[in-house]
Structures are given as C-alpha cells and as structure tokens.
C-alpha cells in the first residue's frame, strides 16, 4: 500500500516531530513534510507549546510551491482554533493535493474531523502509515487527552538480586554512569518527577537534568503525608517548581513552613496511611500536568502498581549483588500472593546500556 518514498518521507516527519521532545506539552509532537514531484520541498515541526504547528511552518516555508504538493504528517491536522488556527484549512487553502496521515488526533476536538474536512475539500487523504510508530511517539499526548490524567513512568535501577539500596540504605549508586545518563535524558521527557518522603530523608536529592543537555527541569513532586520534607533539602532549591502532597493530619505548622520555602502544597485525602496517589493522579491531571516519573522509592512504586497508575517502565539491572534479607528491593508493598497474580510487563525492548541491561516496557 505504501511505496519505499512514502515510509522514508514520514520517517523523516516522526524524526522531525521527535526533536521536541520534552517540549511541547501539553501539545502533541507533531512534523511535517512537504513534497513535490518526489523531492522534499519543506518541513516543520511543532517546536513547543503556543507556537505555529509544523503543517503552517511547512506551508510558510514553501509558499507559492505548495501548490500540488503532498504532505506527510504524523498526526491529524487540526480542525478547530486553539492557539493556532485550524491547520486543515492551511492546507486546503495552500492547494495541497494529497495528505499522508500517520494516526488520526484522538482528541475528541479533532479525530477524524480533520481529515473528513480536507476530504470534502478534494484532497486525498490516506491514513496508518507507520500509525504504530506515530502512536508510540505521542504515548504521553494520546493518553492525556482522552483520559485527563498524567502518563505514568517508573524508573528504577537494581542489583542483579532486586535491590535498590544496601541493608543499611546506601543507594548511590546503584547503577553505572551511562544509565544514569538515560536517568536524566528520562527528566528531560517528562512534566513531572515523583519520589517519596523517605527517598528525600535519606538521599536528599535535588531531582533536576544534569547529566545530559538539558531542555528542562522537571517538576519536583514529593509524596509526603505528614510534611516531614526538612526545610533544608535540596528538593526546596529555588528555580524550580516543587509540590509537596500533603494528608488531612498533616501539622499546619510544618506546612506553613514549606510554604515559606516556595513548595507548593497539595492537601490530599489518604489511602490507609499514606497519601492517595489515585486522588494525586486525578489532581495532577486537573493542573495540566501530561507526564510524571516515578523515581522511588519501593513504597511508591508498589502504591502506583497497586493502583493500577503505570503506564510504562524502566528496569535498570546492574550485574551486581547486594545481598541482605533487610535491603530494599524495588517494589515493595505487600506485594501477591501467588505467581499468577503477578503484574506483566508487556511489549517489553531490552537493550545494553554499557554494563547495565535496560528492560523497558508497558503494564
């Protein structure tokens, strides 16, 4: 159905598109190609929010020569006016001939309406090539728009026996420098990232980009019923936004204090004795925020698995050992009762990452 230029000419558009990562939120990632008689003429891509949307870059940047030419495009063009008028009725009104169409926008204010508008308007519209692709790239923006709740992430690294910290807590570092690398292109990606109190008490880690370019720092969230976060911590460092989940019996003094060091407080209902990370969820996804990374510890891996809340999962496995029956391992909880009950990772990619093996994949 596709001939070898089409998938070359979308590629190039996923690859376009790809380059904003960590971006655009709460916008898809979204390029553009423009071709005619068999030879790329432009291309754009969606370089973050509020700015013009790759299919207008990509007309612009042609102008006259559009005409007659065929566009590839990842995602749906849109049909409705946010902050950037509808780009279907660029392309209409550029005389573009004939639309490649990656995925249809699963956003309710678009999916489908953009392509049955360029088709009453004559142009050939021809959709799924290379849709799966396309649809792993906008994993964040798909689940975000259709659900209203974050994407959720967890990252964690582990000795070849399951354990994420020695028996009297030590944790750094568990993995080798080029994981840690992809640790922090991972902060690059994401709106947010999560850890708990305990992971702030005994690590006080400062949660930002570091070790690679950086196109942003995260969001800092800490899961913290009582407000046990210290006034000190690295977590509190000014330049970045820090949220502080909070329980009803939370002291209002600890509060206030956090406050005066620039957290913002979220005051949540708890779930036995903890903060609820479903009522966290529901919020997060209230505040516009697409994407979170859970980077510890075992408790708050074990509370989102528990719940259902993981979308997707990074496995860091060191050839080392630990050893120690009191040592955390990575998920902890109460954990199942039976083999069978276990939760699978799905479509799982395993990769060397120096040393290390990277397991990846989908609950």
């Not at 009725?89 to 249809?104: Q, T, W, Y």
């Amino acid at each position: 159905m596709w001939t070898e230029d089409d998938v070359r000419f979308m590629r190039e558009a996923l690859s376009l598109a790809k380059s904003a990562e960590g971006r655009t939120t709460p916008d898809p990632l979204v390029g553009a190609v423009l071709v005619k008689e068999g030879r790329i003429i432009s291309m754009g891509y969606h370089g973050e929010v509020a700015t013009p949307h790759a299919e207008a870059w990509a007309i612009d940047k042609a102008g006259l020569e559009a005409r007659g030419g065929t566009l590839y495009v990842n995602l749906e063009p849109c049909s409705h006016f946010g902050n950037n008028p509808p780009c279907a009725d660029r392309i209409i009104n550029a005389g573009i001939k004939k639309v490649f169409v990656a995925m249809k926008d699963p956003n309710p204010l678009v999916n489908g309406r953009g392509i049955k508008k360029m088709i009453r308007h004559g142009i050939k519209v021809q959709v799924g090539l290379l849709e799966d692709e396309a649809k792993k790239l906008n994993e964040v923006f798909n689940k975000y728009i259709t659900t209203g709740l974050p994407f959720v992430v967890m990252k964690t690294a582990m000795t070849l026996d399951g354990k994420i910290a020695t028996r009297t807590g030590a944790s750094r570092w568990v993995a080798g420098t080029a994981s840690l690398r992809y640790a922090h292109h991972l902060r690059n990606l994401y709106d947010a990232i999560l850890v708990g109190v305990g992971t702030v008490l005994i690590d006080n880690p400062k949660l930002n980009v570091r070790r690679v370019q950086k196109v942003k720092d995260p969001i800092r969230i800490v899961l913290d019923t009582m407000a046990r976060t210290p006034l000190k911590a690295d977590i509190l460092s000014k330049g970045q936004r820090t949220i502080v989940a909070v329980g009803p019996k939370a002291p209002a003094a600890r509060i206030e204090a956090l406050k005066k060091k620039g957290a913002e407080i979220l005051h949540l209902p708890v779930s036995g004795d903890r903060v609820s990370v479903k009522a966290l969820v529901k919020k997060l996804g209230e505040m516009k925020i697409t994407s979170l990374l859970l980077e510890g510890g075992g408790e708050v891996y074990a509370s989102f698995l528990e719940a259902g809340l993981v979308d997707k999962a990074f496995f860091f496995i060191v050839p080392k050992v630990f050893g120690g029956r009191d040592a955390k391992t990575s998920v902890e909880g109460v954990g199942v009762s039976l083999p069978a009950q276990a939760k699978w990772l799905k479509n799982i990619h395993v990769e060397r990452v120096e040393e290390d093996i990277l397991v990846s994949g989908y609950f």
